[in-house]
């Protein structure tokens, strides 16, 4: 017997944080994934990080100098948790030693929204 599709009244709502992050070393999507992870796991414990539904779409960077480097990036979670998430990536401060800071530049329901608003891609 075949599974069922969950009809998409009954699906949860996401939400799409964006962001920027400025560090001292260069990030790829997979140090941002265990930033994120680390931070949340830290602050809210696993109980409260297992709702979030959180999963990093995608990274773009953007600028490297010798001291800094800057990457944009989406954030898909769930819509009730925004805020804890919010609250979560903000308190990342060091990556391998050297100093990391997230800023959230907006927050959209889809992803292309959030990319056409806020992520701004030079073409």
């Not at 990457?71 to 979670?77: D, E, R």
């Amino acid at each position: 017997m075949k599974l069922k599709i969950l009809p998409p009244t009954l699906r949860n709502d996401k939400r799409y944080i964006s962001f920027e992050a400025v560090s001292e070393v260069p990030l790829d999507k997979e140090d941002v994934i265990s930033l994120v992870w680390e931070s949340s796991l830290n602050f809210h414990g696993e109980c409260k990080t297992s709702k979030f539904d959180l999963w990093v779409m995608r990274i773009w960077p953007l600028k490297s100098s010798d001291d800094k480097n800057i990457i944009k990036g989406i954030l898909q979670c769930n819509r009730e948790e925004v805020s804890s998430v919010r609250a979560a990536i903000l308190l990342v401060n060091k990556f391998k030693g050297k100093r990391v800071v997230f800023h959230t530049i907006g927050i959209s329901g889809t992803i292309k929204a959030g990319i056409k608003k806020f992520i701004k891609l030079e073409k």
